[in-house]
T-cell receptor
Framework: LAKTTQPISMDSYEGQEVNITCSHN???????ITWYQQFPSQGPRFIIQ???TKVTNEVASLFIPADRKSSTLSLPRVSLSDTAVYYC?????????????FGTGTRLQVFP | GAGVSQTPSNKVTEKGKYVELRCDPI?????LYWYRQSLGQGPEFLIY????????DSGLPNDRFFAVRPEGSVSTLKIQRTERGDSAVYLC?????????FGPGTRLTVL
């Protein structure tokens, strides 16, 4: 299976917009793309999901191009409390099933 | 309401021993997922239940790993003849495939 890859880390300052991209070349046709936030010693927390184009909720936006081989999580005006690891989760085509694969994770550090 | 709970929060065992990890999903959720997360890595899918049956167990690494969900609610992940390489945080989630609610995990350490 092709890896679902993300940048290892990103730095930002409070109030800035942060965009984190996930590459998923082998995404299954019918699966959604989901993004999660994880703090140390906690389970991942759901942020947003989408299938194509653009989705926006109260905390983030998700941009998905037509070929769905990548997606970009956009966090507007980050704060210190957004310092965490961010993961994309997709279903990838496998032999008999679409296997759930987490991305490699992006560690976001927000500075004051 | 109550979220997903997992017990124990920490488990230390010796190589070769048997362990059971428990997951209590959110009430009413029919889908339940198990993942394993090693230090510095993303969660790795193990098994997915729809109701009482394992709908996809393709992520279980070998036959030492087994999971059950006999009444369609609580699930138990069982690991036989533990190895040091099994040390990780074991995460459970319930919900839909595209919106999963995770528990805090069980940190398993095999000495």
């Amino acid at each position: 299976l092709a890896k679902t890859t993300q940048p290892i880390s990103m730095d930002s300052y409070e109030g800035q917009e942060v965009n984190i991209t996930c590459s998923h070349n082998n995404i299954a046709t019918n699966d959604y793309i989901t993004w999660y936030q994880q703090f140390p010693s906690q389970g991942p927390r759901f942020i947003i999901q989408g299938y194509k184009t653009k989705v926006t909720n109260e905390v983030a936006s998700l941009f998905i191009p037509a070929d769905r081989k990548s997606s970009t999580l956009s966090l507007p005006r980050v704060s210190l409390s957004d310092t965490a690891v961010y993961y994309c989760l997709v279903g990838e085509r496998a032999q008999n099933t679409d296997k759930l694969i987490f991305g490699t994770g992006t560690r976001l550090q927000v500075f004051p | 309401g109550a979220g997903v709970s997992q017990t124990p929060s920490n488990k230390v065992t010796e190589k070769g021993k048997y362990v059971e990890l428990r997951c209590d999903p959110i009430s009413g959720h029919t889908a339940l997922y198990w993942y394993r997360q090693s230090l510095g890595q993303g969660p790795e899918f193990l098994i997915y239940f729809q109701g009482t049956g394992a709908a996809d167990d393709s992520g279980l690494p070998n036959d030492r790993f087994f999971a059950v969900r006999p009444e369609g609610s609580v699930s138990t992940l069982k690991i036989q003849r533990t190895e040091r390489g099994d040390s990780a945080v074991y995460l459970c989630a319930s919900g839909t495939r595209s919106e999963q609610f995770f528990g805090p995990g069980t940190r398993l350490t095999v000495l």
